[in-house]
């Protein structure tokens, strides 16, 4: 298969050696990137949510704080945004809006959607001011599709439409952004992964990723479970009739393998390079802990970024993940994980290490 070209299966934190260098010495950076979810609530109910147990209440990040708090990070030296998520970030009435705003701060902007709601319409809004946009599709039929999200079949011609309006969208106009596909492989969907990839070649669409369940410690569904990997190896060979020099599919393998292992490091080393922001205003350490109030740096809504970022309460929850915190009640390759992997290695080198 092509090189995974976008570095989907691994990090970009390499690119960043300025902040890392701070972080080495002991300062207090500020995050590089950060997840925002507009919206709680969501059209789907996918069989394999992450955040199920949040019951995808219909919250609205309110537009006029986050504009604040978006500012405050563009001067803090934030460089990305992805809008995603605890519900679909496109139900958020004024999405577009915040996209644009987001990007005229000098904050690159990303999107991840089940693309149900990416009209024509919003593309032509959203797509000069976006990186990437990737859509969260999990099935090659209408009839597995609507078993797998929990929603009504019509959906799955809507979301190809929509990729396709968006391709044609951004092809007329030039536009820089990136749009991919994401597809959750599961026992469910497992012969479907090869014909979404002939369908997506066809619309035309950068780049199609084939990524593992992980499973989400909260997270009522269990999906995981008897879940064996080993048996999909055939799925590479299949997936590679469909690559060209315009389709880049990654079938996220290290992930795959990764999920056979304990992980390599003993703490959360890459919480200051990130942070999550949910439909509430809070500020989160960890995505994986959703709606546990021990892991809530603060909250837009009463502060500013940067009494959130350099507050006590902050200091004591890094403190309690770097000292008093069991890895092994994290996720499993977590969004983090490499990261953390690469900052474990440069905090505790192997012998040798001038021999390069």
């Known amino acids: 298969m092509k090189v995974d070209e976008y570095r989907i299966d691994s990090h970009k934190l390499i690119y960043h050696p300025e902040r890392v260098s701070c972080w080495l ?16 609530g969501c059209n789907h109910r996918c069989i394999f949510c992450a955040l199920d147990y949040l019951r995808y209440k219909p919250v609205e990040l309110n537009e006029k704080p986050l504009r604040r708090f978006i500012a ?10 992805m809008y995603a998520g605890e519900g679909e970030p496109l139900l958020h009435k ?4 915040i996209i644009e705003f987001t990007k005229k701060k000098g904050i690159d902007v990303a999107v991840t959607s089940n693309a149900t709601m990416f009209s024509e319409g919003m593309a032509e809004k959203c797509l000069g001011y976006l990186s990437w946009f990737r859509a969260s599709l999990n099935a090659s039929s209408a009839e597995t599709y609507a078993k797998i999200h ?18 044609k969208v951004r092809n007329k106009n030039k536009y820089n ?11 469910q969907n497992c012969n479907d992964a090869t014909e979404l990839a002939m369908i997506l070649k066809d619309i035309g669409i950068d780049y199609f990723i084939i990524k593992p369940y992980s499973q989400h410690p909260l997270s009522e569904n269990r999906l995981g479970r008897g879940l064996n990997y080993d048996k999909f190896v055939y799925l590479e060979r299949n997936l590679k009739r469909y690559e060209n020099k315009d389709l880049n599919i990654v079938l996220r393998k290290h992930t795959i393998d990764k999920l056979k292992e304990n992980k390599p490091y003993n703490s959360c080393l ?3 390079f990130w942070a999550y922001l949910d439909a509430n205003g809070d500020l989160y350490a960890c995505s994986a802990f959703l709606g546990n109030k021990d892991f809530v740096y603060g909250n837009i809504y009463k502060q500013k970024f940067s009494d959130i970022w350099e507050g006590e309460r902050r200091k004591k929850i890094m403190k309690m993940m770097h000292t008093g915190w069991d890895i ?7 969004r983090l994980d490499e990261i953390n992997r690469y900052l474990w290695n440069l905090k505790n080198p192997p012998s040798h290490v001038n021999f390069i």
Do not use: H, W
């Open 150 to 167: 929990r929603t009504k079949k019509e959906d799955f011609n809507i979301v190809l439409d929509n990729l396709k309006n968006a391709v």
């Open 270 to 272: 890459g919480l200051p």
């Open 177 to 187: 952004c990136v749009i991919g596909a994401q597809f959750l492989l599961i026992q």
């Open 72 to 81: 405050e990070a563009a001067e803090k030296g934030v460089k990305s945004i």
């Open 328 to 334: 092994r009640r994290c996720r499993e390759v977590c």
């Open 25 to 40: 010495k002991g300062e207090n950076i500020y995050p590089i990137y950060m997840e925002i979810a507009l919206f709680g």
């Open 94 to 97: 004024q999405a577009a809006d």
